[in-house]
């Protein structure tokens, strides 16, 4: 069993940035292939980044490539998601996503432990 939890979402203006964590416990992080996924209101639950604990691969979505980097620090259980140039459309509840083995990191099948969210909310 692998239980997440977000946190360091908020309120922020447009071209602001954001940090979020997602702290892991019950499996050590570092066995762990990890996702940020957001989901805006009424919509489905998208991917956003994801790192795999073997080889160390990161992958983003083409809507946050070169403004949103997800790291890892093994020590500390933790995984990051610094979000920088922030737009109202990226507001969302984002959720931390985990599983020891995953094949398609943008897929939301692929995962099978995920973290309760956190909102952010991007102001124009």
């Known amino acids: 069993q692998v239980h997440l939890v977000e946190s360091g979402g908020g309120l922020v203006q447009a071209g602001g940035s954001l940090r979020l964590s997602c702290a892991t416990s019950?499996?050590?992080?570092?066995?762990?292939?990890m996702g940020w996924f957001r989901q805006a209101p009424g919509k489905e639950r998208d991917f956003v980044a994801a790192?795999?604990?073997?080889?160390?691969?990161?992958y983003y979505a083409d809507s946050v490539k070169g403004r949103f980097t997800i790291s890892r620090d093994n020590a500390k259980n933790t995984v990051y998601l610094q979000m920088n140039s922030l737009q109202p459309e990226d507001t969302a509840v984002y959720f931390c996503?985990?599983?020891?083995?995953?094949?398609?990191?943008?897929?939301?099948?692929?995962?099978?432990?995920w973290g309760q969210g956190t909102q952010v909310t991007v102001s124009s």
């Open positions: 996503a985990a599983d020891p083995s995953v094949r398609y990191s943008a897929a939301v099948s692929e995962y099978a432990y």
């Open positions: 019950g499996r050590t992080l570092h066995i762990l292939d």
């Open positions: 790192t795999k604990w073997r080889g160390g691969g990161t």
